[in-house]
């Protein structure tokens, strides 16, 4: 298979409280370094008693065993959409809303100025779940330029 294999499941449930590793999530064994599932219903157990639930794209990587990024991307939204949805996300995973909404403010009124989406980038870290080995949680906006819905929220829980 390839470096970054599409392996296609209806849904997934995933228990990283205790570990984060290939075996936690029924890592194929034949998928490398990335793990790509497109749209799912995605139920994660994380550390802290926290729980990501969503129908997103996922995407796993690993160094060796261990799980270092489970990425989960929801669908192409508006920049309104976008804004409610990371707003709830930022409430949920405790991540400062202050970015979030510097953001809405640049990007409405770059619009109206007639500058690009993709000139308005979002990266919000947020707080480690549980010290000192469990994720950072990140919460980031991925675009597509031109569209309708150009704006696609994304959490990172990375392990580093």
Not at 76 to 99: H, M, Q
Not at 110 to 122: E, M, T
Request: net charge positive; hydrophobic share 45%.
């Amino acid at each position: 298979m390839s470096h970054d294999e599409v392996v296609r499941p209806v849904a997934v449930t995933w228990n990283l409280r205790g570990s984060h590793l290939r075996g936690d999530v029924g890592w194929p064994g034949n998928v490398r370094r990335r793990w790509r599932i497109p749209t799912v219903a995605a139920t994660v157990a994380l550390p802290g008693g926290r729980w990501f639930t969503g129908r997103v794209e996922l995407l796993a990587t690993a160094e060796g065993e261990a799980i270092d990024l489970v990425s989960a991307t929801f669908p192409a939204a508006t920049v309104d959409d976008a804004y409610r949805l990371s707003g709830e996300l930022a409430a949920y995973w405790g991540l400062p809303a202050e970015p979030l909404e510097v953001w809405y403010r640049e990007v409405r009124a770059g619009l109206v100025a007639g500058r690009r989406i993709n000139g308005f980038g979002l990266s919000v870290r947020g707080p480690r779940l549980e010290e000192p080995s469990g994720p950072t949680v990140n919460l980031v906006f991925l675009f597509a330029p031109g569209s309708p819905r150009p704006v696609r929220p994304a959490l990172y829980f990375e392990w580093s």
